[in-house]
């Protein structure tokens, strides 16, 4: 199977996904489509990076695989309802951290830590920014735990900048615009979950979750410029 044809299927497993929860809201037999296609998508993106050939590194692509299983497993620990397992949130938050260690770790195994200390001043203040406005609303059971998290999702995006821009590869560029993107759904989830509802929020922030998740992998590839 191609890449070309691995990444439509992605594209239509995340589609069902984000009509599921949008529709879910409404119709109750549409959250069903959620359940089965949200770990279908991460899923498929775990293939698709285990079959990219070929590979800028075998460690690189090692990190870069087990943190889209942390993420996969992140992703049902979310979808669970409170009902069903009321510590989801948090082991969902806990196994994404460990994504993000997972792919900072790929980040570094060709690059220098934090070779563009702007990078990591700019994101810094935006993660800063964030949690000041979120921080009145946060329960205080999930601070410590929400405030290690932002540090280690802010270091593997600033990392992912810094690589970009030291490397200036296919690669570096997939995986810079990766790490922004899950900062953005990430960011998007907790203003949604912490400060006020967002319209349409499914949407936002699967789409730009998936997007991550699907640049991350595709940075796995080595190519030519």
């Keep these: 199977m191609s890449a070309m044809l691995r990444s439509a299927f992605i594209f239509i497993f995340a589609a069902l996904t984000i009509v599921g929860a949008e529709l879910g809201k409404e119709i109750s037999s549409a959250q069903y489509l959620h359940y089965i296609f949200k770990p279908l ?26 943190g889209i299983v942390f993420s996969l497993i992140g992703d049902i620990f979310l979808m669970l309802p409170g009902t069903v397992f009321r ?3 948090l082991c969902g938050l806990l196994s994404f951290l460990l994504a993000h260690i997972c792919f900072l770790r790929a980040l570094l195994t060709d690059s220098c ?3 563009k200390p702007l990078a990591f001043a700019g994101i810094a203040a935006l ?4 949690l000041v406005v979120l921080w009145p609303d946060l329960p205080a059971a999930l601070q410590i735990p929400v405030v290690a998290y932002v540090c280690l999702l802010l270091c593997m995006t600033a990392q992912a900048i810094s690589r970009g821009l030291q490397l200036r590869s296919i690669s570096g560029r997939l995986a ?11 960011t998007l989830l907790a203003y949604h ?6 319209a349409h929020s499914p ?6 979750y998936y997007l ?6 595709a940075s796995v590839t080595s190519t030519t410029e």
């Design 87 to 89: 510590h989801g949130f």
């Design 41 to 66: 998508t991460t899923l498929s993106i775990f293939f698709f990076a285990w079959r990219s050939q070929p590979v800028i590194s075998h460690s690189y692509q090692k990190a870069i695989l087990a």
């Design 203 to 208: 949407l936002l922030i699967l789409s730009s």
């Design 127 to 130: 993660g800063i920014l964030n």
């Design 113 to 115: 830590f934090a070779a």
């Design 212 to 217: 991550a998740l699907w640049l991350i992998a």
């Design 193 to 198: 979950r912490f400060y006020a509802p967002i």
């Design 176 to 186: 810079l615009i990766g790490g922004l993107c899950f900062m953005l759904s990430d």
